[in-house]
């Protein structure tokens, strides 16, 4: 991996008594979903906000004890609740994500909802990140509790043009989402947009350049363009963060910086069930390892499993080469989707693997590539899943 | 003044289906009511000061649609909020 900083992978070593929690969020509210030490049997918290759509829930990794969850209802405007003592108790943000006053003749844009939650660098403690739909940029410098719009890229000149307008989004709004910062380096910002494309800042967000070279944008003329792509999720590996992966509505993509362009590795999946899906995950000790869920893409895009059939793909090798994993998953006339929040992996060796549907199961595999097992059914319309481990 | 207040808002008052508010104006009176109930105005109330979609709110009976709309000791406010979908 020439170029790439890679620390040296370490096996987590949970004590006895952590156990994995699975974070989940719906189309009518939150789960916290509690796993024994072994990951074999499951109790479920919830719900939390019972008919809320809950687009994302996020441990903060520095405290391990603070959960930010991104909230609205059908008809209510979006929030972001708080809940300091692992979803004990809930706070709803003092000053929620929003937009800025619009000026006299500016389009007024207002936060539909709070899609994606990142947390700030290890060295920022209190600070957080957050996506919206519309696409916006979000900071909050107090663990969560109030929120200011990234002026440097909310209000950049080029925002408009980035972004489209809102008949270049996804069916239900166009939405910001992988926003990443770097763990060697607080002011080193990535984000994703669906649509727009990938975007970098090196100085906390003040300034962004379009960084979507080499990945592909087939709606348009130019299949190529700058900037107007629609990544669907961005990962950075936490221990090679030069390494980055994409899954795209136009494929799956790899970049290895300072390259700024993105190598399509998705040309190796097989032909039949192609390189579209909506999430991505990376194993958390080996960055050559990804694994993601691919849906229909043609035609209508159905957006569903391919052929009824579900299954998730591996590669062990940065996409050289990638295996169908689909043992204990229906074996026909399954027709569901796995959203891009909404598939993850623990810490743990070997790692766990878990994805949430549409038609809300849950599904989880002990042994990274071994059998898929159901651990939990007729939850709702799955948004997010997210794996933590915590004490006792 | 009295202001009705609808199920979905009710965990912001306590479950209080009535409760308090003053300005001489509509906007005022819902500024009032944030600082009595933090949190409420934002979820009816988008932040370029627009009433959110599926909100309506009436002023003794009349829908109203601008927030400078004056108001009196002993109006009625009601806010409403619309069901749709699944």
Known sequence: ?392 | MKVLIPTPLRSYTRQRADVEADGSTLDQLLVDLDRRHPGIRFRMIDEQDRIRRHIRIFVNRKQVYDLGRALQAGDRVQILQALSGG
């Not at chain 1, 900083?5 to 989940?24: F, G, M, N, Q, Y």
């Not at chain 1, 043609?298 to 299954?311: I, Q, T």
């Not at chain 1, 989707?337 to 693997?353: K, L, N, S, Y």
Request: glycine share 10%; net charge neutral.
């Open chain 1, 1 to 392: 991996m020439p170029g790439a900083t890679t620390k040296r992978a370490s096996a987590s070593s949970p004590k006895s008594k952590d156990h994995v929690v699975l974070l989940i969020g719906t189309k009518k509210g939150a789960w916290l979903l509690h796993g024994d030490s072994g990951r074999r049997s499951w109790r479920a918290d919830g719900p939390h906000f019972l008919g809320n759509m809950v687009h994302h829930v996020m441990l903060d990794p520095r405290d391990r004890r603070t959960l930010l969850l991104a909230a609205k209802t059908g008809h209510l405007g979006p929030t972001v609740f708080r809940s300091l003592d692992f979803g004990k108790t809930w706070k709803e943000a003092s000053k929620p994500p929003a937009f800025r006053k619009a000026a006299e003749g500016e389009k007024q844009r207002a936060v539909d909802h709070v899609f994606w939650l990142t947390p700030g660098h290890a060295s920022e403690p209190s600070v957080w990140y957050a996506g919206s739909s519309p696409q916006g940029l979000f900071r909050s410098e107090d663990g969560g509790d109030t929120w200011a719009p990234v002026a440097g890229f909310n209000d950049h000149p080029m925002y408009g043009t980035w972004t489209g307008d809102d008949q270049d989004g996804t069916p239900d709004g166009p939405k910001m989402h992988s926003i990443i910062v770097d763990p060697r380096d607080a002011a080193h910002l990535y984000l994703g947009m669906s649509g727009g494309g990938v975007f970098e800042s090196r100085d906390t967000g003040a300034s962004w350049t379009p960084l979507n070279a080499g990945s592909r944008a087939d709606f348009f003329p130019d299949p190529y363009p700058e900037f107007g792509q629609d990544p669907h999720c961005m990962r950075l590996h936490p221990l090679a963060p030069d390494v980055l992966y994409q899954q795209n509505h136009c494929g799956i993509y790899r970049l290895e910086r300072p390259s700024d362009r993105w190598e399509r590795i998705g040309e190796k999946m097989p032909k039949s069930v192609g390189d579209i899906g909506f999430p991505m995950v990376l194993h958390p000790r080996d960055p050559k390892t990804v694994w993601v869920f691919p849906m229909d893409g043609s035609s209508v895009w159905p957006r569903v499993s391919v052929e009824g059939k579900p299954a998730a793909y591996v590669t062990r090798n940065s996409g050289k080469t990638w295996k169908r994993l689909d043992d204990g998953l229906p074996k026909d006339q399954a027709w569901f989707t796995v959203f891009r929040q909404a598939m993850t992996a623990d810490a743990r060796d070997p790692v766990g693997i878990y994805f949430g549907t549409t038609t809300g199961s849950i599904w989880s595999s002990n042994e990274e590539n071994a059998r898929w097992k159901r651990i939990v059914q007729d939850l709702p319309h799955i948004y997010a899943v997210e794996a933590v481990e915590v004490a006792g």
